[in-house]
């Protein structure tokens, strides 16, 4: 198994720290669904993706930590803007306890998703072009994200493999996400949808029209994916400028290499 260092943050292993803001019960106590995350990534998304990463549950992060932060709605996050780093540059996921619960889904699996996502796709904004053209987000779960397995009797989220990715003919057997549930690049499961970015226009796609209703009775502001959608057409332009956010990354790092 080949391990590589996490595409940004530490240059190695990413350590991530876990804080429960929210006053709505998780499904499970926090302890035990911090491990269950850890284990399922280390036992099934790890050796598909790579890139090693360390959650421990703390309420005072390290300066060079990424942030995972459970709040009870989209409206509590307050002024830590949902897409964005965190003052000391560092990629910040958050997982809406009341509001995943209130949509009938499950907070391990809304957890799970946003952990693999994140990893991969830090600041939300890698795509792979498909042969027509078509451009498809890096998310790691949307294509498949009601289906599920367990891990210690805890509900985790299914995930695409690298090849879901990969716009050409696979060797027969090839994997397209964890389950098997995938038999070519870009598909989906019918409980899942893609954003797809056209001439510089972003869209979903639902694979059914069951889905496209489910999705459109949530309310996902404040979700990861919402980065990427437009403002009327036009794509969402990050907060931040990007030479700033290279210099906070620079800063958090050389901060963390005096500290150690």
Known sequence: ????????????????????MSTSDLGVPFDKL??????????HFLPVWGYPVKLYNTKTPKA????????????????LGYHDLTDEGQPLT??????TK????????????ELFEM?????????????DGTEYAYEMSDPVEEDTFLVDGVQISNFVHPSWFEPFKHPSGTKFDHLGLLKKPFSMT??????????????EQFASKAKEKRFAQEKRRG?????????????????????VLKKLRRAAVQAAVKAA
């Open 1 to 20: 198994m080949v391990i590589h260092a996490a595409q940004a943050g530490q240059g190695g292993a990413v350590t991530i720290a876990c804080i429960n």
């Open 34 to 43: 911090t491990a269950a995350l850890q284990k399922a990534y280390d036992q």
């Open 64 to 79: 060079s930590d990424w942030r995972f932060i459970y709040f009870d709605t989209a409206d509590e996050a307050g002024a």
């Open 94 to 99: 958050k997982v809406f306890v009341k509001t």
């Open 102 to 113: 209130e949509a009938g889904a499950v907070v391990s699996v809304t957890a799970s998703h």
């Open 119 to 131: 990893v991969i796709d830090p600041i939300a904004n890698l795509w792979a072009e498909a042969e």
């Open 190 to 203: 019918k409980g899942g949808y893609v954003i797809i970015k056209k001439k510089g226009k972003v869209s």
């Open 223 to 243: 979700h990861r994916s919402e980065h990427r959608k437009p403002r009327g057409l036009q794509i969402k332009p990050t907060k931040r400028p990007i030479k």
